[in-house]
């Protein structure tokens, strides 16, 4: 895939940004503007190209990334647009771990959104070069100096304006370019084909010398050829200017502002020139390191096309027609169709059938796929989200993908014998493809328990199922995924002896487990494994043994059946027998000491939090504010924009159940509100009892 391109003009980039900004709509321009679609999707009408899913397409929104390519100016972009919805944060997670730049859209009257700030700082973990594009300058309440310095209070100080707009609501009509000093005005009538340069306007030009400057000030920081001519006021050539601004970029130093109109087809081309000329190739980003399996050494990958070849298999997806689609970024050397590749992760060896590039569910076959692109192959028995390709004779371990704990869960049973193996299968295909899926069994009730993120996910899982497995069930009602914890130290011994004819089973463990000192919730411990034993007491080799029991131990909780967290365990004490002493009577030992110590730590529930941004016209503050506060919620800040209020508050997600018919009648369907998880926190001990009872069906 690469022979026929260069690496220096590969780039690899996502759109991500909060629901409704706008990415979606962005991306079908550019693909119409390079040339790969003739005719411009629209997502209101459904017939947007990358949103193909029929629920997407219901809905008019992005559930799943999908990816495709064009070419712009002599280079190939390859893209993947994201959702915006909190509920399918999984898909922006995992994204952005193979994406070597990013652009961030912004609503021009919202500004910085919640799930804004939300994937801009998933961004920042993984060190993305990143542009950002204010989008629908033509709204009524569009305000673009409004949106870059929420931009530069909540994101990067460091992002600053490239354009200016010209006009604003449903006068924008252009952009000011402040690295060329020139002004472009569109034509409605070309659908945006069409352009001119125009001047600077007059009531314009003393705005434009004053952001040019500031540019200037902040960017000749990153160049001492730069700051000399500025310091001396000497004239900047413009290619000397975009090479500045494209090292500070793909440094992670400088992020710059656009501005447009994605809908009214203004401004595309100018972004579309901003990832060619300021976003990285693979040859610019930093090189992966990556570990040896079963050692400690670790190992540089950089993208070079005669190296082992190595790729991070990103996505799985289950499509109708041709089976388990496996997506995946190659970081170096080649992979040819009919080759054996090994799972690092799963140990296996797995035969590649079948490479295609992917346009949104369309299909083009390769032969072959080079370092620096994205493709998928079609077939892999064994591979799941996060899993390391290699070279048969050269394994590394890439980096794996961390995915936030589900919030919600729904029982759900199928309503015939001959729907129990079809919902088999469809939890199994929808599992592979969702890392925030969670399905288990209640010991209890029989019942198979789903959990996700957010009733919105599982509402959109549970369709998938019917429609594209043809599985019918009956479905309960979303309840809250609590969690268990402890609030004192205790101490307790398991013992597993089992005397039989042969040879028997001899475990013996003394363990004490104490809650996690507090810390921040966002990034609360689950559990913390420590052995103080010594080889007289119990032999290194049954440890793990005794660290897999309790972590098994700890999926279920004693209080109602939830996973426990934020406890530390302690080995101190034990014995074993020469013969009969074994890894299972070990485990099961431990798992014993487990839950007696649980029982004796006063346990307690944790419950999801979420951080609820509602935006209001201020008539309805005081209403809204006293509602959060019945709903056991804290207000944390307060934004002011003109008439309108914009609240940031903690409610746990249990008092959020209906909330948008509730926040409808407070405001006469005016507020609007966003909702993502924050951290698990402890329950009040009097809720904390009610909840027990219930769950346990006293």
Same mark, same amino acid.
């Given at each position: 895939?690469?022979?026929?391109?260069?690496?220096?003009?590969?780039?690899?980039?996502?759109?991500?940004?909060?629901?409704?900004?706008?990415?979606?709509?962005?991306?079908?321009?550019?693909?119409?503007?390079?040339?790969?679609?003739?005719?411009?999707?629209?997502?209101?009408?459904?017939?947007?190209?990358?949103?193909?899913?029929?629920?997407?397409?219901?809905?008019?929104?992005?559930?799943?990334?999908?990816?495709?390519?064009?070419?712009?100016?002599?280079?190939?972009?390859?893209?993947?647009?994201?959702?915006?919805?909190?509920?399918?944060?999984?898909?922006?997670?995992?994204?952005?771990?193979?994406?070597?730049?990013?652009?961030?859209?912004?609503?021009?009257?919202?500004?910085?959104?919640?799930?804004?700030?939300?994937?801009?700082?998933?961004?920042?973990?993984?060190?993305?070069?990143?542009?950002?594009?204010?989008?629908?300058?033509?709204?009524?309440?569009?305000?673009?100096?409004?949106?870059?310095?929420?931009?530069?209070?909540?994101?990067?100080?460091?992002?600053?304006?490239?354009?200016?707009? #010209? =006009?604003?609501?449903?006068?924008?009509? !252009? +952009?000011?370019?402040?690295?060329?000093? %020139?002004?472009? &005005? /569109? *034509?409605?009538?070309? #659908? =945006?084909?069409?352009?001119?340069?125009? !001047? +600077?306007?007059?009531?314009?030009?003393? %705005?434009?010398? &004053? /952001? *040019?400057?500031?540019? #200037?000030?902040?960017?000749?920081?990153?160049?001492?050829?730069?700051?000399?001519?500025?310091? %001396?006021?000497? &004239?900047?050539?413009?290619?000397? #200017?975009?090479?500045?601004?494209?090292?500070?970029?793909?440094?992670?130093?400088?992020?710059?502002?656009?501005?447009?109109?994605?809908?009214?087809?203004?401004?595309?081309?100018?972004?579309?020139?901003?990832?060619?000329?300021?976003?990285?190739?693979?040859?610019?980003?930093?090189?992966?390191?990556?570990?040896?399996?079963?050692?400690?050494?670790?190992?540089?990958?950089?993208?070079?096309?005669?190296?082992?070849?190595?790729?991070?298999?990103?996505?799985?997806?289950?499509?109708?027609?041709?089976?388990?689609?496996?997506?995946?970024?190659?970081?170096?050397?080649?992979?040819?169709?009919?080759?054996?590749?090994?799972?690092?992760?799963?140990?296996?060896?797995?035969?590649?059938?079948?490479?295609?590039?992917?346009?949104?569910?369309?299909?083009?076959?390769?032969?072959?796929?080079?370092?620096?692109?994205?493709?998928?192959?079609?077939?892999?028995?064994?591979?799941?989200?996060?899993?390391?390709?290699?070279?048969?004779?050269?394994?590394?371990?890439?980096?794996?993908?961390?995915?936030?704990?589900?919030?919600?869960?729904?029982?759900?049973?199928?309503?015939?014998?001959?729907?129990?193996?079809?919902?088999?299968?469809?939890?199994?295909?929808?599992?592979?493809?969702?890392?925030?899926?969670?399905?288990?069994?209640?010991?209890?009730?029989?019942?198979?328990?789903?959990?996700?993120?957010?009733?919105?996910?599982?509402?959109?899982?549970?369709?998938?199922?019917?429609?594209?497995?043809?599985?019918?069930?009956?479905?309960?009602?979303?309840?809250?995924?609590?969690?268990?914890?402890?609030?004192?130290?205790?101490?307790?011994?398991?013992?597993?002896?089992?005397?039989?004819?042969?040879?028997?089973?001899?475990?013996?463990?003394?363990?004490?487990?104490?809650?996690?000192?507090?810390?921040?919730?966002?990034?609360?411990?689950?559990?913390?494994?420590?052995?103080?034993?010594?080889?007289?007491?119990?032999?290194?080799?049954?440890?793990?043994?005794?660290?897999?029991?309790?972590?098994?131990?700890?999926?279920?909780?004693?209080?109602?059946?939830?996973?426990?967290?934020?406890?530390?365990?302690?080995?101190?004490?034990?014995?074993?027998?020469?013969?009969?002493?074994?890894?299972?009577?070990?485990?099961?030992?431990?798992?014993?000491?487990?839950?007696?110590?649980?029982?004796?730590?006063?346990?307690?529930?944790?419950?999801?939090?979420?951080?609820?941004?509602?935006?209001?016209?201020?008539?309805?503050?005081?209403?809204?504010?006293?509602?959060?506060?019945?709903?056991?919620?804290?207000?944390?800040?307060?934004?002011?924009?003109?008439?309108?209020?914009?609240?940031?508050?903690?409610?746990?997600?249990?008092?959020?159940?209906?909330?948008?018919?509730?926040?409808?009648?407070?405001?006469?369907?005016?507020?609007?509100?966003?909702?993502?998880?924050?951290?698990?926190?402890?329950?009040?001990?009097?809720?904390?009892?009610?909840?027990?009872?219930?769950?346990?069906?006293?």
């Amino acid at each position: 895939m690469s022979v026929d391109f260069p690496l220096d003009k590969i780039k690899n980039i996502g759109f991500i940004a909060h629901i409704d900004a706008g990415k979606t709509t962005t991306t079908e321009r550019v693909l119409f503007y390079t040339g790969i679609v003739h005719r411009i999707g629209e997502v209101h009408d459904g017939s947007a190209t990358m949103d193909w899913m029929e629920q997407e397409k219901e809905r008019g929104i992005t559930i799943t990334s999908a990816a495709t390519s064009c070419y712009w100016k002599g280079h190939r972009i390859n893209i993947i647009d994201t959702p915006g919805h909190v509920d399918f944060t999984v898909e922006v997670e995992r994204s952005l771990r193979i994406l070597d730049g990013a652009i961030g859209i912004f609503d021009a009257v919202e500004g910085v959104e919640a799930q804004s700030e939300t994937v801009w700082h998933q961004a920042d973990k993984y060190d993305i070069p990143r542009i950002a594009f204010i989008n629908k300058m033509d709204r009524l309440g569009a305000d673009f100096y409004y949106s870059v310095s929420m931009i530069q209070e909540k994101l990067s100080p460091t992002a600053f304006p490239i354009q200016l707009p #010209l =006009g604003e609501e449903e006068n924008f009509y !252009g +952009i000011i370019d402040l690295v060329s000093n %020139k002004a472009f &005005k /569109y *034509k409605k009538a070309s #659908l =945006g084909l069409d352009y001119e340069e125009i !001047g +600077i306007p007059y009531d314009m030009r003393e %705005k434009v010398e &004053k /952001y *040019k400057q500031l540019l #200037l000030e902040q960017i000749s920081e990153f160049d001492d050829y730069l700051l000399e001519k500025y310091l %001396k006021n000497e &004239k900047i050539p413009e290619q000397e #200017l975009k090479r500045v601004i494209r090292q500070a970029t793909i440094a992670g130093k400088f992020h710059p502002i656009l501005c447009g109109s994605a809908l009214r087809n203004i401004a595309i081309q100018f972004l579309i020139d901003a990832i060619v000329y300021y976003l990285p190739s693979p040859l610019e980003v930093p090189p992966i390191i990556a570990h040896i399996p079963n050692s400690s050494e670790t190992r540089k990958i950089i993208a070079d096309e005669k190296a082992p070849f190595s790729a991070l298999a990103f996505k799985i997806f289950t499509d109708p027609n041709v089976g388990k689609l496996t997506y995946f970024r190659v970081y170096s050397g080649t992979l040819k169709k009919g080759e054996y590749v090994l799972n690092v992760n799963a140990n296996k060896k797995e035969r590649i059938n079948r490479i295609v590039r992917m346009h949104a569910n369309k299909m083009t076959n390769y032969s072959e796929v080079c370092v620096g692109n994205i493709a998928a192959c079609i077939g892999l028995k064994y591979t799941t989200t996060g899993d390391s390709l290699t070279a048969l004779d050269a394994p590394v371990l890439l980096e794996n993908i961390t995915f936030p704990e589900p919030v919600i869960s729904i029982a759900i049973e199928p309503k015939t014998k001959a729907d129990e193996d079809r919902l088999e299968e469809a939890l199994s295909h929808l599992s592979d493809e969702d890392p925030t899926f969670h399905i288990k069994e209640d010991k209890e009730t029989g019942q198979i328990i789903l959990s996700g993120m957010g009733e919105l996910h599982l509402e959109i899982l549970i369709d998938r199922m019917r429609r594209d497995f043809r599985v019918d069930a009956n479905v309960g009602q979303p309840r809250v995924s609590y969690k268990e914890t402890i609030t004192k130290e205790s101490e307790a011994r398991g013992q597993f002896i089992r005397q039989t004819g042969l040879r028997g089973q001899y475990g013996d463990v003394t363990i004490k487990i104490s809650p996690i000192a507090e810390q921040s919730l966002l990034k609360r411990e689950k559990i913390i494994f420590v052995n103080n034993t010594s080889e007289e007491q119990i032999p290194k080799e049954f440890i793990s043994a005794i660290e897999s029991g309790i972590h098994e131990s700890a999926e279920y909780g004693v209080l109602t059946g939830n996973k426990v967290e934020g406890v530390k365990v302690t080995v101190i004490d034990g014995s074993f027998h020469p013969v009969d002493s074994s890894e299972l009577a070990f485990k099961l030992a431990a798992s014993i000491a487990f839950n007696n110590a649980l029982k004796k730590a006063n346990p307690t529930l944790l419950e999801p939090i979420m951080r609820v941004v509602i935006t209001t016209p201020t008539q309805y503050f005081g209403s809204i504010v006293s509602n959060i506060n019945a709903r056991r919620g804290k207000v944390l800040d307060i934004q002011e924009k003109k008439e309108i209020k914009i609240i940031e508050s903690r409610i746990p997600l249990a008092e959020l159940f209906g909330y948008s018919t509730s926040l409808r009648s407070l405001s006469q369907g005016r507020a609007s509100y966003t909702m993502e998880f924050a951290f698990y926190d402890k329950l009040p001990n009097s809720i904390s009892k009610e909840i027990i009872e219930k769950i346990r069906g006293y």
